[in-house]
C-alpha cells in the first residue's frame, strides 16, 4: 500500500487532539474517527506512524505522539506550510519522513525570515 501522506498528517493531528498520554486508543477509534478511509488503509497508517517512531503504543492501541511525532507534526501543522511541502516533495513521487521535515523546516525559515 502506498503513503498517503495527508491521511498521516491527519492522524497525528488528530491523535494530538484526543490523546492524554495514558488512556489507550484502539485502531478501531481511528476507523469510527474517519470513515471515508477503509479499515485496512487505516490500521496500515496507524502501524506506520508507530513503525516510524512518531506514535507510542502497542499493537492496536495509540497512547500518544512521540517526541519525534510532534517534530514532524509541528513541522508541517501550519496548511500553508503543508501544501508547499507537499509541492516540492509530490514531484519526486516519494520520500522520507526526515526529508519532509527538512522541506518543511527551510520554508518556515523562509517564511520567518531566517
Not at 58 to 78: H, K
Not at 96 to 102: A, C, G, R
Not at 103 to 111: G, N
Amino acid at each position: 500500500m502506498k503513503l498517503n501522506y495527508d491521511l498521516l498528517r491527519s492522524l497525528l493531528l488528530h491523535i494530538e487532539d484526543v490523546t492524554d498520554g495514558h488512556t489507550n486508543y484502539t485502531f478501531d477509534y481511528f476507523v469510527e474517527q474517519f470513515p471515508k478511509e477503509s479499515q485496512n488503509c487505516l490500521y496500515y497508517h496507524l502501524k506506520y506512524l508507530g513503525d516510524a517512531c512518531l506514535i507510542e503504543g502497542n499493537a492496536g492501541y495509540v497512547i500518544d505522539i512521540t517526541p519525534y511525532g510532534r517534530e514532524y507534526l509541528d513541522s508541517i501543522r501550519d496548511n500553508s506550510i503543508w501544501e508547499k511541502t507537499k509541492s516540492k516533495f509530490q514531484p519526486l513521487g516519494s520520500v522520507t519522513l526526515p526529508i519532509i521535515i527538512e522541506i518543511a523546516k527551510s520554508l518556515v525559515l523562509k517564511q520567518l525570515g531566517l
